[in-house]
């Protein structure tokens, strides 16, 4: 079993920057795909990216393709979300998943364990 602790949100100005991430424990972390979704209170969660064990695939949604990149330290056991030019309509909280094995899901079911999330607010 593996444990997924977010943090780096926070609030932001539309255009602006953040970089969110995501540490297990627990488990090794280079034995699990590993990917972020998002949720707000109006909508449920979405996909945002995924990143496979070794870190040589991702995946994104299209709505944040070309601003956001996820990356992985698997000796650091962490997970990150770099995220740019960000929208208001990016204000959500974000949260960490993982899944053992390898492979590009994108559906909320395909993902055993998540994190608590963190809450990323971008101003206009």
């Known amino acids: 079993q593996v444990q997924l602790v977010e943090s780096g949100g926070g609030l932001v100005q539309a255009g602006g920057s953040l970089r969110v991430s995501c540490v297990a424990s627990?488990?090794?972390?280079?034995?699990?795909?590993m990917a972020w979704f998002r949720q707000t209170p109006r909508k449920e969660r979405e996909f945002v990216a995924v990143i496979t064990q070794s870190g040589g695939a991702t995946y994104y949604a299209d709505s944040v393709k070309g601003r956001f990149t996820i990356s992985r330290d698997n000796a650091q056991n962490t997970v990150y979300l770099q995220m740019n030019s960000l929208k208001p309509e990016d204000t959500a909280v974000y949260y960490c998943?993982?899944?053992?094995?390898?492979?590009?899901?994108?559906?909320?079911?395909?993902?055993?364990?998540w994190g608590q999330g963190t809450e990323v607010t971008v101003s206009s």
């Open positions: 627990g488990r090794t972390l280079s034995t699990y795909t």
């Open positions: 998943a993982a899944r053992l094995g390898n492979g590009r899901y994108v559906y909320e079911s395909a993902y055993d364990y």
